[in-house]
């Protein structure tokens, strides 16, 4: 069973950057989620931790960065020109095999945190 653990969520106003942390051990396909408030969760940054490919959904493409630590235990998002849209839960997910899925497809993954909640004030 992997335990993944999110943090760094919080209020800020729109503009604003935050950066979440993931804690947990490293898997092949990890991915952050984001979930606004009454609605599904969807997928908006996943890395492939071995050839460093990163897929963005359109929404935050520009805006966040998906990253591994160096010491590769952390999975980091930073968010940058937030906006009070990108309000909602925020989740890590992680899996070794996708299957079909594409890599913002949260059916390919297998372990999920708990979530951190992020307010971005307008």
């Known amino acids: 069973q992997v335990h993944l653990v999110e943090s760094g969520g919080g209020s800020v106003e729109a503009g604003g950057s935050l950066r979440l942390s993931c804690a947990g051990p490293r898997s092949t396909f990890m991915a952050w989620y984001h979930q606004a408030p009454g609605q599904v969760r969807e997928g908006i940054a996943a890395?492939?931790?071995?050839?460093?490919?990163?897929t963005y959904h359109a929404s935050v493409n520009g805006r966040f960065t998906i990253s591994l630590s160096p010491e590769r235990n952390t999975l980091f998002l930073q968010m940058n020109s937030l906006k009070p849209e990108d309000s909602g839960m925020y989740y890590c997910a992680s899996s070794d095999y996708l299957g079909t899925a594409g890599p913002l497809n949260q059916r390919g993954y297998d372990y999920w945190g708990q979530g951190t909640q992020v307010i971005v004030a307008s």
């Open positions: 890395l492939h931790t071995v050839e460093g490919t990163t």
